[in-house]
C-alpha cells in the first residue's frame, strides 16, 4: 500500500535562494563596521545574491553615519532608520518590509553572534517554515550543574527518561520570559528570545509585529506557531555585548505580552510611521 504525503508538511526547496540579513542597530557605532563586515564575507561564500540591510532605531551616537560610509564600499548593504528610538519590535518591521529576497535572516548589529552558524540553519530550512537559533557556549553556573545533575538521576529513576541537556543558562529573567513564552503562547523552544533566526519571508505576510520592545522575538514564534508554521531549532555560539540594549522597563514587556495574548492581530504587516528614510543602494546581483 502506499501512502500519500501530507502537503501541509510540505515545504518547495529554499536553501539556495537569494539571502536578506536585517542587521538592528542601536548604538552600535564601534561594532558596526566590523559587524557587517563579517556578514559581507560569510555571504561572499555563499555564492547568491544577497543583500544586508542594517536598521538604526534611533541611535544617538554614530552608528547611522559608520553605516553610509559603508554603503559604497559594499553595494549590497542598505540603510533604513527610525527617529526617534522606536524599539526592537519596530525595527525588525522595518527591516522586513524592505527585505526583497526569499530567505531572511535576523540579528543583532553587533558581536553577540557569528555569520558562519547561518550555515546551519539553511541545512534545516528546506523542511520548514523557520529556524529559530538557540544560544550555547556560556558555562554554567555551579549550583544550576549540580541540580542539572540531580534532575537527570531522578528522571532516570523515577521516569524512565533522561531530561534534555541544559545548553546555557541566561539568567532568571530569560527564564521566566521562556516560561511565558511556553505555558502561555505554546511556543515551545530552548530559547524564545534568540534574536539569530533564519525565515522564509513569505511567513510574514500574515504576520505584522505589534510589541515594540524584545516582546517582538516571543510574538513572531507565538504566530508562526497559532498559523501552523513548521519551525526547526539549531544552536548558535554566542558571546555575550556589551553594546547590547536590554529591556530596562520591565512592565512594558510584560504589557505588550498582555495585549498580544489578549488581541493579537493577522494580516499584512505594515512599516511604522516613524521611518525616515531607506538608503537603498543594493541591485539584484550576486554578491
Request: glycine share 4%; hydrophobic share 40%; aromatic share 8%.
Amino acid at each position: 500500500m502506499e501512502y500519500s504525503k501530507d502537503s501541509r508538511f510540505e515545504r518547495a526547496p529554499i536553501r539556495q535562494a537569494p539571502i536578506s540579513v536585517v542587521l538592528t542597530a542601536y548604538q552600535n557605532a564601534l561594532e558596526v563596521h566590523e559587524v557587517v563586515a563579517a556578514w559581507q564575507t560569510h555571504l561572499e561564500s555563499l555564492e547568491r545574491t544577497c543583500e544586508i540591510i542594517v536598521v538604526d532605531d534611533g541611535s544617538s551616537d554614530d552608528t547611522r553615519a559608520q553605516v553610509e560610509a559603508l554603503c559604497p564600499r559594499f553595494p549590497n548593504l542598505r540603510l533604513s532608520y527610525l527617529e526617534p528610538h522606536g524599539g526592537i519590535g519596530n525595527a525588525l518591521q522595518i527591516g522586513i518590509s524592505a527585505a526583497q529576497h526569499p530567505l531572511l535572516v535576523t540579528a543583532p548589529c553587533d558581536k553577540q553572534f557569528f555569520p558562519p552558524d547561518l550555515t546551519r540553519a539553511l541545512d534545516a530550512i528546506d523542511q520548514v517554515d523557520l529556524v529559530a537559533g538557540y544560544r550555547v557556549g556560556k558555562p554554567l553556573p555551579l549550583w544550576l550543574r549540580v541540580w542539572d545533575g540531580i534532575r537527570s538521576v531522578l528522571g532516570r529513576i523515577l521516569l524512565g527518561a533522561t531530561p534534555d541537556k541544559r545548553d546555557c543558562w541566561l539568567g532568571w529573567r530569560h527564564w521566566r520570559r521562556r516560561c511565558a513564552a511556553r505555558w502561555i503562547f505554546g511556543v515551545r523552544v530552548h530559547d524564545p528570545e534568540c534574536p539569530f533566526r533564519l525565515y522564509r519571508r513569505e511567513v510574514f505576510r500574515r504576520i505584522p509585529i505589534q510589541c515594540q520592545s524584545s516582546a517582538a522575538h516571543i510574538e513572531i514564534l507565538a504566530k508562526a506557531n497559532h498559523l501552523e508554521c513548521i519551525m526547526a531549532e539549531v544552536p548558535v555560539s554566542w558571546e555575550p555585548s556589551k553594546s547590547v540594549a536590554l529591556d530596562t522597563v520591565e512592565s512594558r514587556y510584560w504589557k505588550e505580552l498582555r495585549r498580544l495574548f489578549r488581541r493579537p492581530e493577522f494580516g499584512p504587516a505594515q512599516t511604522p510611521p516613524q521611518v525616515q528614510d531607506i538608503h537603498a543602494t543594493s541591485q539584484e546581483t550576486p554578491i
